[in-house]
């Protein structure tokens, strides 16, 4: 009875010390990447803040195929909406600069508490179709 349980014995010590075995892992395989090719459609736009978070200053470019434009700003201040926007003048690179303010007379009253701040630029194509590109702006 000794020599069957010293038997059982080295046999388990022996299972102990052996490894498990384990399946290997997959070689992996690389899938040849996709190049996708992006052409865009209307206007081109740049939108970026002024140093002092006050207003929007936006640049456009590539107007090949645009027949017309607008760019709209909409926020909210102290609860109340406020909107300001204006048309795309075909071939004007000049940045345009949109406040948070109500200006009257050459005076300007910046605005306070803005929040929901949202930019939609649409561009008319000659084609007849329409692109809207909108901006959530965290102010």
Not at 21 to 45: E, I, T
Not at 60 to 71: A, I, K, P, Q, V
Request: aromatic residues 10%; contains cysteine; charged residues 20%.
């Amino acid at each position: 009875m000794r020599k069957i349980i010293f038997l059982a014995v080295i046999f388990f010590s022996v299972l102990l010390l052996i490894p498990p075995m384990s399946l290997a892992a997959k070689k992996r395989s690389r899938k040849v990447s996709q190049v996708f090719s992006y052409v865009p459609k209307g206007v081109q736009s740049r939108v970026k803040f002024r140093a002092d978070r006050l207003g929007v200053l936006i640049n456009f470019s590539n107007f090949d195929n645009l027949e017309s434009g607008s760019y709209e700003l909409v926020y909210d201040s102290n609860g109340v909406t406020q909107a300001a926007g204006g048309s795309i003048i075909l071939g004007d690179t000049s940045t345009k600069e949109i406040l948070f303010a109500t200006c009257s007379g050459g005076v300007c009253h910046f605005h306070d508490n803005i929040t929901n701040a949202r930019l939609s630029i649409t561009s008319r194509l000659k084609d007849g179709s329409t692109v809207l590109k909108p901006y959530r702006l965290k102010v």
